[in-house]
């Protein structure tokens, strides 16, 4: 099972962050490794989402359950897809007027050993950019 973890202070309103990490509809136009992205059903507290991951140039569609919190958590665990395990936590902590500490944890492992090895570096890769990512989208909603 691969995993990354990343804590970085950005500066923005944790709220703006969370807002960002939660608008999944626009993933595709900020995240290059998304080339699909919408939300299927959403209640108090939790939405499913489906992801259509570009991976090496073939595409992966994987669904999720995502449980938050306004402004403060969202988790995010696999319904189904070509992974095995998927888990992912956010966490956002205001620092100051415009300013937060965000958390992002993931770990995964695809289903076949064959789409691990070639999939897994592509699919880490991209995790290792997402608080940087999702930051860079929320600093440029700030400015609109």
Request: aromatic share 12%.
């Amino acid at each position: 099972m691969r995993s990354f973890e990343e804590s970085r202070l950005i500066a923005c309103p944790a709220r703006k962050m969370y807002d960002v990490v939660l608008d999944i509809d626009a993933y595709a136009e900020f995240l290059p490794w998304v080339a699909e992205s919408r939300v299927l059903t959403q209640q108090d507290g939790e939405l499913t989402a489906e992801l259509v991951a570009d991976l090496a140039g073939v595409h992966h569609s994987f669904q999720t359950v995502d449980r938050y919190v306004p402004g403060k958590l969202v988790e995010i665990r696999l319904l189904e897809g070509p992974f095995r395990f998927l888990e992912s936590v956010w966490t956002f902590d205001e620092q100051g007027e415009n300013q937060c500490k965000v958390h992002f944890s993931i770990e995964f492992e695809f289903r076949s050993m064959m789409m691990d090895m070639i999939a897994s570096p592509v699919f880490a890769s991209a995790c290792k950019s997402m608080v940087h990512a999702f930051e860079k989208r929320a600093v440029t909603m700030l400015s609109r």
